[in-house]
């Protein structure tokens, strides 16, 4: 693990002894595609060259539990299954293979059509493959599924006590940012009745994934569950002068910080219909690629300070990486590149987030984004083109 010192810029606080760290990672891994069953196709062999970028980046950070982004959806299990063994169970350049033995995936709301004209361009469009039907989907997506995620673990996962929020609706949630079309005096009038009776708040879905730390054979008594809370929000982009994808991402964003404030949460129900938030003793990692960054970009005022300011999340040490503060020169960004994990062209911003609990001490966190010059520089690249990603995996480093 010293050996990625160098190309994560890591941050390390003094580890109690004996303690054996968890290490939690988000990466945005840029494994969608533009056509349904494609990403199976690519998986098939282990020849694909940015996979195998991916592949090594996942084996050198070593995640004890990893939630890749923008991995389309595969009801099977199929291609998860693929990436596993053609790719992770194969060493790369020097990089010790990794396995996953346990794996959560669900159904996504992109690409999932609504049968209503969401993006009020006066066409329901129902063709999959193209942007017009994705601007029709509960989630953009040319096809059910694309920009899915998938969680892995070494560790259990309580199947049994997994939630979802992929059907809440956005109505539901009480002072809700609904959009305001711009050509009428109304109010969170974007969306008719009858779209907002159907209209999901989740543009991919809201998972609460329970993981069993500890060994449970030798010692049952000492396992502790952590949930993991993850999510893959819109983009506050793409939309106009409404900024239905703003309010959108921000009122994604608040789902969470409500499911964790005691008392706030009794509106918000899950896929089973069960209704209420997280126990307020309850240790939790929130997860994803948040879609917001704290100082830049094109998100709400205050989106991501939902998370970051909340009183149960401890997000004192950010992660951080040489890579990104090697482009401080050429950003547009105002904020410090350092703790950047996306790159578009010149502009860069910090997206993604590995968020612990105040009741889990954090012990080290770090971007793999290694610096030009650095021998690993090469799974990054300059973005042009995309060697792995446009994003960068994120990890934290808990005590449990």
């Given at each position: 693990?010293?050996?990625?010192a160098a190309c994560l810029s890591l941050g390390v606080l003094q580890s109690s002894a004996g303690a054996a760290p968890i290490r939690f990672a988000s990466f945005n891994a840029y494994l969608?595609?533009?056509?349904?069953?494609?990403?199976?196709?690519?998986?098939?062999?282990?020849?694909?060259?940015?996979?195998?970028?991916?592949?090594?980046?996942?084996?050198?950070?070593?995640?004890?539990?990893?939630?890749?982004?923008?991995?389309?959806?595969?009801?099977?299990?199929?291609?998860?299954?693929?990436?596993?063994?053609?790719?992770?169970?194969?060493?790369?350049?020097?990089?010790?293979?990794?396995?996953?033995?346990?794996?959560?995936?669900?159904?996504?709301?992109?690409?999932?059509?609504?049968?209503?004209?969401?993006?009020?361009?006066?066409?329901?469009?129902?063709?999959?493959?193209?942007?017009?039907?994705?601007?029709?989907?509960?989630?953009?997506?040319?096809?059910?599924?694309?920009?899915?995620?998938?969680?892995?673990?070494?560790?259990?996962?309580?199947?049994?006590?997994?939630?979802?929020?992929?059907?809440?609706?956005?109505?539901?949630?009480?002072?809700?940012?609904?959009?305001?079309?711009?050509?009428?005096?109304?109010?969170?009038?974007?969306?008719?009745?009858?779209?907002?009776?159907?209209?999901?708040?989740?543009?991919?879905?809201?998972?609460?994934?329970?993981?069993?730390?500890?060994?449970?054979?030798?010692?049952?008594?000492?396992?502790?569950?952590?949930?993991?809370?993850?999510?893959?929000?819109?983009?506050?982009?793409?939309?106009?002068?409404?900024?239905?994808?703003?309010?959108?991402?921000?009122?994604?964003?608040?789902?969470?910080?409500?499911?964790?404030?005691?008392?706030?949460?009794?509106?918000?129900?899950?896929?089973?219909?069960?209704?209420?938030?997280?126990?307020?003793?309850?240790?939790?990692?929130?997860?994803?690629?948040?879609?917001?960054?704290?100082?830049?970009?094109?998100?709400?005022?205050?989106?991501?300070?939902?998370?970051?300011?909340?009183?149960?999340?401890?997000?004192?040490?950010?992660?951080?990486?040489?890579?990104?503060?090697?482009?401080?020169?050429?950003?547009?960004?105002?904020?410090?590149?350092?703790?950047?994990?996306?790159?578009?062209?010149?502009?860069?911003?910090?997206?993604?987030?590995?968020?612990?609990?105040t009741d889990l001490r954090v012990v080290g966190a770090g971007v793999f984004w290694p610096a030009p010059g650095d021998p690993l520089f090469r799974l990054v690249g300059d973005g042009d083109?995309?060697?792995?990603?446009?994003?960068?995996?994120?990890?934290?480093?808990?005590?449990?």
């Open positions: 693990m010293l050996g990625i969608n595609r533009e056509a349904e069953g494609q990403l199976l196709a690519d998986l098939a062999t282990p020849d694909n060259p940015q996979v195998q970028a991916v592949a090594e980046i996942i084996q050198r950070v070593n995640p004890d539990v990893l939630l890749l982004l923008e991995f389309d959806y595969d009801p099977t299990g199929e291609a998860v299954r693929r990436f596993q063994e053609n790719y992770l169970a194969v060493g790369h350049n020097g990089a010790a293979p990794i396995r996953f033995p346990y794996v959560y995936l669900a159904p996504s709301n992109t690409g999932i059509p609504s049968g209503f004209d969401l993006d009020n361009d006066g066409q329901v469009s129902t063709t999959p493959g193209t942007r017009a039907y994705g601007g029709d989907a509960f989630g953009f997506g040319l096809f059910p599924g694309q920009y899915g995620m998938v969680l892995l673990s070494k560790y259990p996962i309580v199947q049994e006590q997994v939630r979802t929020f992929q059907m809440f609706l956005w109505k539901d949630m009480p002072g809700a940012l609904l959009p305001s079309d711009p050509a009428t005096p109304n109010a969170g009038d974007w969306y008719s009745p009858e779209e907002l009776a159907v209209f999901r708040l989740s543009s991919k879905n809201h998972w609460d994934v329970p993981i069993l730390i500890g060994d449970s054979q030798s010692d049952p008594g000492g396992n502790r569950t952590i949930h993991v809370l993850a999510s893959h929000p819109t983009p506050p982009v793409f939309d106009g002068p409404e900024d239905r994808n703003g309010r959108r991402n921000h009122d994604e964003l608040r789902l969470w910080a409500d499911y964790i404030t005691p008392g706030r949460a009794d509106y918000l129900y899950d896929d089973r219909r069960q209704r209420g938030g997280l126990s307020d003793t309850a240790s939790f990692v929130i997860m994803g690629d948040l879609n917001a960054d704290p100082i830049d970009g094109d998100g709400m005022p205050g989106a991501i300070a939902q998370l970051l300011d909340h009183p149960r999340v401890n997000a004192d040490l950010a992660p951080s990486s040489a890579g990104g503060q090697a482009i401080a020169a050429a950003s547009t960004a105002i904020g410090p590149t350092r703790f950047h994990t996306a790159s578009f062209g010149r502009q860069s911003l910090r997206l993604d987030y590995v968020l612990p609990s083109p995309i060697i792995s990603s446009d994003h960068r995996l994120v990890w934290v480093d808990v005590e449990i």
